[in-house]
């Protein structure tokens, strides 16, 4: 049974500021144009593709309890994701609570931690909810977003337990290059420290040989993780999952799991087998509209250069423009909503100063919500 200390510290977790931004705004808003997912698949298209295997699942489903670890199925397919992470190594969770489970199950309160920031809340509140000390580790703005690696050296202590990296990065869209990310494994290596990967971004490289390889390849002492929401569309499933090959601590991850959700969702997991399976095919479509869109961005902010300061994305879905003007972010979202009916994020919601606000490029009607952004900018040419 939780103490009365631990119950009041549960219950003292801060807002998750972003999720209450989108749970304001996102279904009400005409436009999005902060989403970080892509283009979701219909169910229809989705179940197009299914194999004769995939298919009769389907139609035979019975909705009753699942494994606890996820489908054998399921986390075949999972692990093909890798090189050498198998099956057995695979923990199926939503998203989220996978960050909630790994976090509990690594960290103690007086640990430290280092986090990339600014990001998803969660990586770096919960830690700080469960008494962890968190050191932010902010990329080099004027260095195209880089995470420097000297930041990870300098700033371990002996209290440091566990380095937080999300490759590529959310909001910033920015990715190590290989050399650097090498050095960021060799300092936690060298440590002897615990890595929680943040790859919910992964195989959203737009050139696939920059992909950087999975944590939970490089060392046992690596947790990835994965899901099928933003690379492939699908967010709406809820699928997602743990990746570690210490059979420890995937079995501690297993237990704490069994307080949370216990199962995943039967349909929801033949469903993601055959994304999985179609994983070419969907992931190549994807691309193809980002890179798209992308260049259509890249041409936008070259005529708004007064109005706006941006580095280019090397991955993801998302960039992180700055407001090259005197006016606060959050103002400048309001009514750019207001008037325009365009939802962003501005860069309040992750607690990162005042000037910067995230667009998200990986929806199919990009170009008609870009269209009506330009025309608010040049008819409020001020901001």
Same mark, same amino acid.
């Given at each position: 049974?939780?103490?009365?200390?631990?119950?009041?510290?549960?219950?003292?977790?801060?807002?998750?500021?972003?999720?209450?931004? !989108?749970?304001?705004?996102? %279904?009400?808003?005409?436009?999005?144009?902060?989403?970080?997912?892509?283009?979701?698949?219909?169910?229809?298209?989705?179940?197009?593709?299914?194999?004769?295997?995939?298919?009769?699942?389907?139609?035979?489903?019975?909705?009753?309890?699942?494994?606890?670890?996820?489908?054998?199925?399921?986390?075949?397919?999972?692990?093909?994701?890798?090189?050498?992470?198998?099956?057995?190594?695979?923990?199926?969770?939503?998203?989220?609570?996978?960050?909630?489970?790994?976090?509990?199950?690594?960290?103690?309160?007086?640990?430290?931690?280092?986090?990339?920031?600014?990001?998803?809340?969660?990586?770096?509140?919960?830690?700080?909810? &469960?008494?962890?000390?968190?050191?932010?580790?902010?990329?080099?703005?004027?260095?195209?977003?880089?995470?420097?690696?000297?930041?990870?050296?300098?700033?371990?202590?002996?209290?440091?337990?566990?380095?937080?990296?999300? %490759?590529?990065?959310?909001?910033?869209?920015?990715?190590?290059?290989?050399?650097?990310?090498?050095?960021?494994?060799?300092?936690?290596?060298?440590?002897?420290?615990?890595?929680?990967?943040?790859?919910?971004?992964? *195989?959203?490289?737009?050139?696939?040989?920059?992909? *950087?390889?999975?944590?939970?390849?490089?060392?046992?002492?690596?947790?990835?993780?994965?899901?099928?929401?933003?690379?492939?569309?699908?967010?709406?499933?809820?699928?997602?999952?743990? @990746?570690?090959?210490?059979?420890?601590? *995937?079995?501690?991850?297993?237990?704490?799991?069994?307080?949370?959700?216990?199962?995943?969702?039967?349909?929801?997991?033949? &469903?993601?087998?055959? @994304?999985?399976?179609?994983?070419?095919?969907?992931?190549?479509?994807?691309?193809?509209?980002?890179?798209?869109?992308?260049?259509?961005?890249?041409? %936008?902010?070259?005529?708004?250069?007064?109005?706006?300061?941006?580095?280019?994305?090397?991955?993801?879905?998302?960039? %992180?423009?700055?407001?090259?003007?005197?006016?606060?972010?959050?103002?400048?979202?309001?009514?750019?909503?207001?008037?325009?009916?365009?939802?962003?994020?501005?860069?309040?919601?992750?607690?990162?100063?005042?000037?910067?606000?995230?667009?998200? !490029?990986?929806?199919?009607?990009?170009?008609?919500?870009?269209?009506?952004?330009?025309?608010?900018?040049?008819?409020?040419?001020?901001?």
């Amino acid at each position: 049974m939780l103490s009365a200390k631990k119950r009041t510290v549960l219950l003292e977790i801060k807002p998750f500021e972003l999720e209450r931004y !989108f749970a304001r705004h996102e %279904f009400s808003a005409r436009y999005l144009m902060s989403s970080s997912d892509c283009e979701p698949l219909a169910l229809s298209a989705l179940l197009a593709l299914a194999d004769t295997e995939c298919r009769s699942l389907w139609q035979n489903l019975k909705l009753g309890y699942t494994y606890s670890d996820g489908h054998p199925l399921l986390r075949n397919e999972i692990a093909k994701l890798y090189q050498i992470t198998a099956p057995a190594d695979i923990l199926t969770a939503v998203p989220e609570e996978g960050i909630f489970i790994a976090l509990n199950c690594l960290l103690k309160k007086g640990d430290h931690v280092i986090c990339t920031f600014p990001g998803y809340q969660s990586l770096y509140q919960l830690a700080e909810t &469960l008494g962890c000390e968190v050191s932010y580790w902010i990329p080099e703005e004027e260095n195209r977003w880089r995470f420097n690696p000297d930041f990870l050296a300098q700033n371990i202590r002996p209290n440091t337990s566990l380095v937080i990296t999300n %490759f590529p990065h959310n909001p910033t869209g920015a990715m190590p290059d290989r050399e650097d990310y090498a050095r960021i494994l060799e300092i936690i290596n060298q440590h002897n420290l615990w890595h929680f990967s943040d790859e919910m971004y992964r *195989l959203m490289e737009y050139a696939p040989d920059t992909r *950087l390889p999975a944590a939970c390849d490089q060392s046992s002492k690596a947790v990835s993780l994965g899901g099928l929401s933003k690379s492939f569309g699908l967010p709406g499933l809820r699928s997602g999952w743990l @990746a570690c090959r210490d059979e420890d601590m *995937l079995s501690k991850m297993a237990g704490f799991k069994d307080y949370t959700t216990i199962c995943g969702s039967a349909t929801d997991e033949i &469903l993601s087998v055959i @994304a999985l399976r179609n994983k070419q095919t969907i992931i190549s479509s994807q691309l193809n509209r980002l890179n798209q869109n992308l260049t259509l961005l890249e041409d %936008f902010m070259g005529r708004h250069k007064t109005d706006f300061i941006w580095v280019k994305p090397k991955a993801g879905s998302v960039c %992180f423009p700055r407001l090259n003007k005197n006016s606060l972010c959050m103002d400048f979202c309001r009514q750019v909503l207001a008037k325009a009916g365009i939802m962003l994020l501005p860069s309040e919601v992750y607690g990162y100063g005042q000037n910067h606000f995230r667009i998200g !490029f990986g929806r199919a009607d990009f170009p008609e919500v870009l269209q009506v952004f330009e025309d608010y900018i040049t008819a409020n040419s001020t901001l």
